[in-house]
């Protein structure tokens, strides 16, 4: 079944804990994506990759890093959580890298920093 | 910097009731597209729009997108209990970015 799954679904940590939630798809796709969903904003782009080895910036990078060093993978890490990156996060895959076609999420990870 | 707004942020209707949610960018965009995420649920792929004007049916969901490229609605006709949930539009710009709507969030009184 063509699906992109998340690790873990639900996580309460402290401030300062490193921790990496991961996601991997099994469509082949070129495109993946983090994004953060709060009350009233929406999906927002955390960062993005187009291929292996290429990443980059969306539109709240600050406090996130990630890797993509295989094509079905694409880990989120967040250095030294604070309470701030409380959230519903999602992982997406995309066929290609040209934003032309649809985007598959994940389930979500739920994260709650105290 | 480039935004995409969604009116209403919240709609309750009776079951029955048409339905319709709008989507607006500050800037013209390349296509659009709409999901629909239930409650508790991942964001789901609907539909992708991508000319000026085009209008999209599927079943009681009707999509259209602006002339100008820079609008799009979502309308359903008689509503149904299935159709709850927060509805998304997605929009691509000329920097190949995908912004999305903050969403509607739509709830159906049976």
Known sequence: EAQVTQNPRYLITVTGKKLTVTCSQNMNHEYMSWYRQDPGLGLRQIYYSMNVEVTDKGDVPEGYKVSRKEKRNFPLILESPSPNQTSLYFCASSLSSDNSYEQYFGPGTRLTVT | ?110
């Open chain 2, 1 to 110: 910097g480039q935004q995409v707004m969604q009116i209403p942020q919240y709609q309750h209707v009776q079951e029955g009731e048409d339905f319709t949610t709008y989507c607006n960018s500050s800037t013209t965009l390349s296509n659009i597209q709409w999901y629909k995420q239930r409650p508790g649920g991942h964001p789901v792929f609907l539909i992708q729009l991508v000319k000026s004007g085009e209008v999209k049916k599927q079943k009681r969901l009707t999509f259209q997108f602006g002339e100008a490229k820079k609008n799009s609605s979502l309308h359903i006709t008689a509503t149904q209990t299935t159709d709850v949930g927060t509805y998304f539009c997605a929009g691509k710009t000329s920097y190949d970015k995908v912004i999305f709507g903050p969403g509607t969030s739509l709830s159906v009184i049976p």
